[in-house]
Every structure is written in C-alpha cells, then in structure tokens.
C-alpha cells in the first residue's frame, strides 16, 4: 500500500479493498467485494461499494489503494487483566513438575502474589511492565482494550491499577476501558471476612474511585474460590446506583448461577461460562447480555468443560472472544491465537469468532455505537490485513498478518 501523507484534518479514501464490515443487519461478516472506507477527521463516512463513494468526496481525498487487502474494524479486547505486576512463570513450573494447587498456594502461589506483587510496584514500574503488553495487542490490530483492577485490593492499590490504565491509553493510539474488579478475591488483610471486604469494596472503594473517573463498569468474580451471588449481588447494587454497568467473571469453575446473576443485573456481558446452563442462556439473551468467551483460560488451565456454545446460539445469546491476559490463568497477549482457540476448543465458526472480536466485543463493553464495526458515524478504527481470506484471521497460529491499522482516523 502507498504510504500517504496522513494529515489527520484531510479526509481519506481507503479504496481497491475488500470490507468486512460487521455490520448489523448484513449477512455474515457483511462482505463488500470492491470495497472502500471514507474517513472524515476521526469518523466513517463511507463503509461499503467503492462505486458509491460521492465524486466530490474522492476528488478531495488523500487515496489510499489497498490492493485488494480486507478491512475489518479493528479488533477489540474486551476482557483482559493486562495491568499486572511480575508473572508466575515458577507456579506454571512448579505444576509441571507435578504440584497441587494446594501446594503452590502453601508456597505462596496463586492470586496473592499477585496481589503483592501489584502492591510492591511503583505507579511508573507498573505502567513500564504492563506497556510491552498493550503493545502485542496493539501490533494485531486491537483498537480498543478493557483492562480490569483487581490485584490491589485496597483503595489505593486499586486506584494505581486503573490509574496505570488510563495513562495506558493516553499512551498509545487506543481506547481503553477500565473496569472496577475489587471483587476479585479476598486480599490476606481481610482475615477471611468477605462480607466485611465486600462492604468496603461497594461502600468505599468503588465510590471513591467512580468520584475519580477511574471506572466504566465493575465486575466480581462469582465463584467458591471468590465470592457468593448474594455478595456480587451487594457490589452490583452500588454499582447500579452509581449508574455504572456491570460484568461478571460467571460459572466458570463451577455453577453458581452467575450467568442469571449478570442477567438480573443487565450486565453488559458474562464471561467464561464453562459450567453455564440454559436457564442462565435463557436469562442472557433476554437481558442482551453478552457471552464473554475466554478459551486462553480453558486451555491454560486444561480445562475440559466446553462452554454450552450451542445453547447461547439456540437462545440467540451473542458471542465475544477475549484474551482474558492475567498472570495466573491466561499469560496470552495474542487476541488472533484467542480466535484460533475459541474455533479450534469451542467449535464456533469463522464468522462468530470475528464477529466476537470486534462487533460482539464492543458490545460487551457498552461501545457499540461507537466501534466495533465499519458503519457511517462510528469511529474510524480499522484493521489492513495481508490475507486472502477472513477464514486466515482465525485458522493460523501465531502469525500476525496486520499490515496496517487505523485508530480513530489516526
Ligand atoms: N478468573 C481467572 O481465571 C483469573 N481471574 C478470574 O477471575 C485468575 C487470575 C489469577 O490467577 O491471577
Ligand atoms: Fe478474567
């Protein structure tokens, strides 16, 4: 592709292009053979058949030929811990060699050293640990990332992490979305009183941290290792009556009910879902909230119970696919291997894992009328592929033909 001057105030022609545009109401990925992409400052004006560009607006645009490559929107990270300090490379070894849970947690594995580690890292170490992570996102395409708290535990700790995530943003031509993950575990301090813990997650930390603008959505984690439904229940409330929208790490171990939870709450989304039932698919497609598939985890962790993917397609639930990138369950900074893994592991097809990453990941993070997909209005954010085919997104391993990528119009 010529390189143009990219003069951010002229409007470009993206032409000569195949489009997958996502949009909703076309078929599939909603294929445009001669394509082209207008952008106007940092909006789509034109997302479709070159032939319907207006004259007046190609005769003005700085144009770029695309030499038949595909446009998708870019791509969209929607559940990430990518905010993290150190990494838990000996805990993956230590169970190589054979070690229990139990044992790894005795020799002080686990969400703790996390946590502690998170606690002893400065504001700049954290932001210059966690930079190079974005940065492999970002090199695929991925124009806008969630990234979650939730390994400081503490009100100041949690404020660094969503601080870190903000400067994360303003650092790189990106969206980030933060979200409030207090309810992740119960910190050592806590002494075992979750109720008290949850108390001052709802009551203090997340009304003090909303007052900064330091969070977009709050999310828990329902499960017997973390917290009950009655106490995501209790965050939830705040968060409502805060005005922000909820997630929830759901079912994922076992089955809570957390994908009703979400539902009950609105959620935006509810993620992981491997031991999720009909009931609970039924209780999402009725509240619109998404299915966050996160089959970097089910791996990792060799998890056999496949999410019921058939029953959130039968009940018309939509599909996201994510990275899930945490030191402990997901060390995975590639969200095209996390498509490659959510077909290969859970059998969804070509169209839903592209969808799931970009259309269906906007929808998870309350952003779709913003991205998420190449429609007149929404934010220029695009991704040049070096493919032949959309189906190469998904069916290769560990290769990256991105060849350029668009955030904003920028
Ligand atoms: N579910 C997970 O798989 C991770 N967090 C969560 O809520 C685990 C995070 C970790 O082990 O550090
Ligand atoms: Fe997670």
């Avoid at 992409?37 to 032939?51: D, T, W």
């Avoid at 504001?123 to 190079?132: G, I, K, R």
Wanted: with cysteine; glycine share 10%.
């Amino acid at each position: 592709m010529a390189s143009a001057p990219y003069d951010h105030g002229l409007p470009r022609l993206f032409r000569n292009a195949r489009l997958a545009t996502l949009a909703a109401g076309r078929e599939g990925l909603g294929t445009v053979e001669r394509g082209a992409v207008a952008i106007e400052g940092r909006r789509i004006v034109h997302a479709g058949p070159e032939a319907d560009v207006p004259q007046a607006f190609a005769a003005r645009a700085v144009t770029v030929d695309c030499e038949g490559r595909w446009i998708t929107p870019g791509l969209i990270d929607c559940h990430t811990h990518l905010v993290h300090a150190g990494n838990r490379a000996n805990e993956f070894e230590m169970r190589l060699d054979g070690a229990t849970y139990e044992k790894v947690a005795r020799a002080g594995g686990g969400i703790v050293s996390s946590v502690r580690a998170l606690r002893a890292a400065g504001e700049e170490a954290l932001f210059a640990q966690s930079l190079p992570r974005l940065d492999a996102l970002i090199a695929e395409g991925v124009t806008t990332v969630e990234m979650k708290s939730g390994y400081g535990l503490d009100l100041d700790n949690e404020r660094k992490s969503l601080r870190v995530a903000r400067r994360l943003g303003a650092a790189r031509n990106v969206t980030v979305r933060t979200t409030f993950l207090g309810a992740h575990a119960l910190p050592p301090e806590a002494g075992g009183d979750s109720d008290g813990y949850i108390a001052r997650v709802a009551h203090e930390m997340l009304p003090a941290l909303a007052k900064e603008g330091l969070v977009d959505a709050v999310d828990g984690f329902c499960e017997g290792i973390a917290f009950s439904p009655e106490q995501i229940a209790r965050a939830f409330d705040a968060a409502l009556a805060l005005g922000i929208p909820v997630k929830l790490h759901a079912d994922q171990l076992s089955n809570l009910g957390g994908a009703a939870l979400a539902a009950r709450y609105g959620a935006l989304s509810a993620d992981h879902l491997e031991h999720a039932d009909e009931a609970g698919a039924a209780a999402m497609a009725a509240a619109g909230t998404v299915a966050v598939m996160l089959p970097g985890a089910f791996y990792f962790i060799r998890e056999t119970k496949v999410p019921p993917v058939e029953l959130f397609r039968r009940h018309g639930v939509p599909m996201a696919v994510a990275t899930d990138c945490n030191p402990g369950t997901a060390p995975l900074t590639s969200l095209l291997l996390a498509m490659n893994m959510a077909a290969t592991l859970f059998r969804m097809t070509v169209a839903e894992c592209l969808a799931g990453a970009t259309r269906e990941a906007a929808r998870a993070l309350g952003v779709l009328a913003e991205t998420g997909t190449l429609e007149p209005g929404k934010w220029a954010d695009l991704a040049v592929w070096d493919i032949e085919s959309p189906a190469e997104l998904v069916y290769r391993m560990g290769f990256n033909p991105l060849h350029a990528r668009i955030w904003r119009g920028q």
